[in-house]
Structures are given as structure tokens and as C-alpha cells.
């Protein structure tokens, strides 16, 4: 299995020191001046959300290849950047004496396959590091050597909540400050054309805030790389709703439903060339104004659209369910009663909803949410101390959808708006000095 993350329990291979980062996504990115005192080999990094690499959420969504090797968009994204330290993942990478590069996700170790993208990424890399080190012989000489990578994410994987853009994010982050390429200058957007290479929404993560794609045209794929469109500090009000509808692995996996979206929609032609291109200057202009009613907007339309392509494709492809469908509708008799667009709802490749919403109308939101989709237990971090609602705007139609039973939404993820990858200390490393994981299941 090819994934963008970790690798696992090598032998005791003669491991290299090793730096220290957390990766979410950020085009100032560099890593301290501790880490630029690299000895050989010394190389631990981790890539942030919550504890490491850094999730985004499309607003403007992409669906389709045009090339399925590069990872080449048929049409342009639009993202925000979610804060690390609510979601995320922590990747650590560590140069070995000998050996192969190994790789562990979640603690189990993973096949780098053969010309797969996590190879292509590493290989990349490390083309990138042996330029340097071929006009610098004082460097070290780090891209001849085996790596060891481990990455976990406190989020489900494969479940439409961007675990692969941030792993991958945090793969690229990570392996960017083991090998000082900040320092040689080497910038986030050329970063972000490889990260696209392992997964393509992972080109927006190497930054913070809000982060545009852009789809390019080069058949080489040079300039289809991700730009910031403004940073978390212009709009920092925006949150977001995490309602984890389901943890489980995708029925389709998104690559093999875009090239079947590709292959047979119709719809999908009209979106590409008569639909993005006018919402992205709608959109980027509504997030430099900080307009919500125009974002809130063309975010529910971007996203039934997506969907409505999804439907339009032979056979059909399904990501929601019926609690997707009823939160749809809360939000929308919400956004009716209150007379202006209070919160936004948006769907990746999946059932679960992602709502943003303005700081301050979030705890009206959230309690909304918790009347109809009642939670055990909810992780306060923001310290609104919310409760059910017990009465509703006025003219909402309370039977709009019915109250639901105690874990139709599993989860609630309370998060904001949040920053590019960041560099972590080598005590929060995945990696001990052996160069093999501190913890494996089995």
C-alpha cells in the first residue's frame, strides 16, 4: 500500500540524528535556526493538525485529472487551511546508515511501491538536496541515504477528511527541513508542486490560511502549484464544524472516482470550463473582503455541485448519506430563518460535514447542531460551554428534520482557521535514535 505518510520497524540499521519539525502549511516556512545546525543525517520532523501536518477543506472543489500521473487538475481549488492544533499530522523522518527507505503510518509499516507517488516525492526530494550538496561540499551528504518516516493522524484516514493532503504536506515539510531547503532557497509553492505529485489537494496544505490551486497548463505540470490568497491573520474570525458522520473507509476512493467522473460526466465539462473559473475570482475576492454572505455562498454551491457531478457520473458515485442530507437541510431552514447566511456547509469525498461559520455566531451554530445530533461527550476547546438548543430563531421550522439518535454524528471537531507547517522539537519525534518507531502495533 502506497501512502503518504511513515514507514516501519527497520532493522537496527545505524540511525542518523535527526531534526525536529510538525508540518501544517505555511509559504514563510523555515525551520529554526537550531535545526540549520545539521549534522550529518540529523533529521526528525513532524507535520502538523491538532499534533502535526496540517488539513485544508476546499471551498471551490477539485475533481478531475488531467493527468493522473502528475496529478494535473482539471479545473483550479480553493481551500482553508485548518489549525494543527486541532487536526493533524505528526510525521518524523530520520536519515539510516543502510538499508531501504521504510515508511510507518498510525504505527504499521506501509510498502513504499515502486514508482508510487510516496517514492516519486522522496525521490524528488532528494534530487533537490544532491543539487545542493553538488555546489556546497561542506554539507553533508544526506541524499545518498536510506530514510525512515512514521506518521500518525488524530483523524480518520480515508475517510473524506483530507488525511492524505496532510499527511503528504507533512511528508514534504518534513523531509524539506531535514534537508535545509528553506535555507537554499527553495520556496513553498516549488515545494507545493511536488507535495501535488503525492496528493493533489496536498499542494494547498504547504500553506496556511486561505490557499488557492492553480490548475495550470504546462504539460509538465511546472506551474500547477499552490499560492497563498491570504493568510490566516487577514480573516482569523473564520471556524469550523468537523461532524464526523462516518470514520470509515471511502466506498470509492477519490482517485478512481474522479477518472470515472472524468470519463462519463457531462456536467463536469460545463463545471470546468463555464463554472470555476467565475467562482474563483468570486471567492477570492469575497475572502479579501471578508465578505461571509458571499463565501457562505459559493462554498453550499461549489459543494452541491460537486456532489451533483458525482451523481452525474456512470454508475453514479454516492459520498453522503441520509444525515449528510439532514444536516444539509438544518443548516439551509438556519440560514432562511435567520434571514442571512450564518453557516456554510461544504462535503469533500464523503459524509462528513465540515461547517464554517464566524466566531461569533459559532456557539449559536454549535448548539443548534448538538439539539438534532446529540454527543456524549463533546471536546469544549474553545471554552463556549455549549448545551442543546432550547429555542430556535423564529419562523425556523422546528421538524425540519428529526431529532437524531446519539451517534449518527460520531464526533464534533471544534477548529479555526490555522497556519502552515510548523517545526516541532525532537521530543515529540515518532522516531527513537535506532531510527525505528517508539511505537508499533502489531
Not at 15 to 34: D, E, M, Q
Not at 332 to 352: I, M
Not at 416 to 440: A, H, I, M, N, T
Request: charged content about 20%.
Amino acid at each position: 500500500m502506497d501512502m503518504p505518510y511513515p514507514a516501519k520497524n527497520a532493522a537496527s540499521m545505524n540511525a542518523k540524528p535527526t531534526i525536529g519539525a510538525a508540518a501544517p502549511a505555511n509559504r514563510n516556512f523555515v525551520p529554526s535556526a537550531r535545526h540549520n545546525e545539521m549534522k550529518p543525517g540529523f533529521g526528525v520532523a513532524g507535520a502538523g493538525m491538532d499534533d502535526g501536518g496540517t488539513v485544508n477543506i476546499a471551498v471551490i472543489k477539485y475533481w478531475g485529472k488531467r493527468s493522473t500521473s502528475l496529478i494535473l487538475p482539471t479545473n483550479s481549488s480553493l481551500s482553508v487551511t485548518l489549525s494543527q492544533d486541532h487536526l493533524r499530522s505528526l510525521t518524523s523522518a530520520k536519515t539510516v546508515e543502510s538499508g531501504k527507505d521504510r515508511l510507518w503510518l498510525n504505527g504499521v509499516e506501509e510498502d513504499i511501491a515502486p514508482g508510487g507517488r510516496t517514492e516519486r516525492c522522496l525521490s524528488e526530494m532528494r534530487e533537490i538536496r544532491k543539487s545542493i550538496e553538488a555546489k556546497d561540499s561542506s554539507l553533508p551528504v544526506l541524499s545518498s541515504h536510506p530514510i525512515h518516516i512514521a506518521s500518525e493522524n488524530n483523524f480518520p484516514t480515508a475517510a473524506g477528511l483530507a488525511s492524505s493532503a496532510s499527511g503528504l504536506s507533512a511528508l514534504i515539510a518534513t523531509l524539506s527541513t531535514l534537508y535545509s531547503l528553506p535555507d537554499h532557497g527553495v520556496s513553498t509553492s516549488q515545494l507545493s508542486r511536488i507535495a501535488r505529485q503525492g496528493s493533489g489537494s496536498a499542494c494547498r496544505s504547504m500553506f496556511g490560511g486561505y490557499v488557492a490551486w492553480e490548475m495550470g497548463s504546462n504539460e509538465d505540470g511546472s506551474d500547477s502549484v499552490a499560492v497563498q490568497v491570504a493568510d490566516k491573520a487577514h480573516w482569523p474570525e473564520m471556524d469550523a464544524l468537523i461532524l464526523v458522520v462516518s470514520d470509515a473507509k471511502k466506498g470509492t476512493p477519490s482517485t478512481a472516482g474522479m477518472q470515472r467522473t472524468v470519463a462519463t460526466s457531462e456536467l463536469l465539462q460545463h463545471r470546468i470550463k463555464d463554472v470555476v473559473p467565475k467562482r474563483m475570482a468570486a471567492m477570492e475576492k469575497a475572502i479579501k473582503e471578508k465578505d461571509f454572505e458571499a463565501f457562505a455562498d459559493i462554498t453550499m454551491r461549489d459543494s452541491n455541485q460537486f456532489h451533483a457531478v458525482c451523481l452525474d457520473t456512470q454508475p453514479p458515485i454516492f459520498y453522503m448519506n441520509d444525515v449528510s442530507r439532514a444536516i444539509i437541510a438544518l443548516v439551509s431552514e438556519f440560514n432562511r430563518a435567520k434571514g442571512r447566511n450564518v453557516a456554510a456547509y461544504t462535503y469533500d469525498a464523503g459524509p462528513n460535514a465540515v461547517l464554517y461559520v464566524l466566531k461569533k455566531d459559532v456557539k449559536e451554530v454549535l448548539e443548534l447542531v448538538l439539539r438534532y445530533f446529540p454527543q456524549k461527550a463533546f471536546d469544549d476547546v474553545f471554552g463556549l460551554k455549549p448545551s442543546a438548543a432550547q429555542t430556535l430563531p423564529e419562523g425556523f421550522k422546528e421538524a425540519i428534520i428529526p431529532v437524531w439518535s446519539e451517534g449518527s454524528v460520531s464526533r464534533i471537531i471544534h477548529t479555526e482557521v490555522g497556519d502552515g507547517p510548523r517545526v516541532l522539537g525532537k521530543e515529540q519525534s515518532l522516531l527513537g535514535d535506532d531510527g525505528l518507531p517508539k511505537v508499533v502495533k502489531a
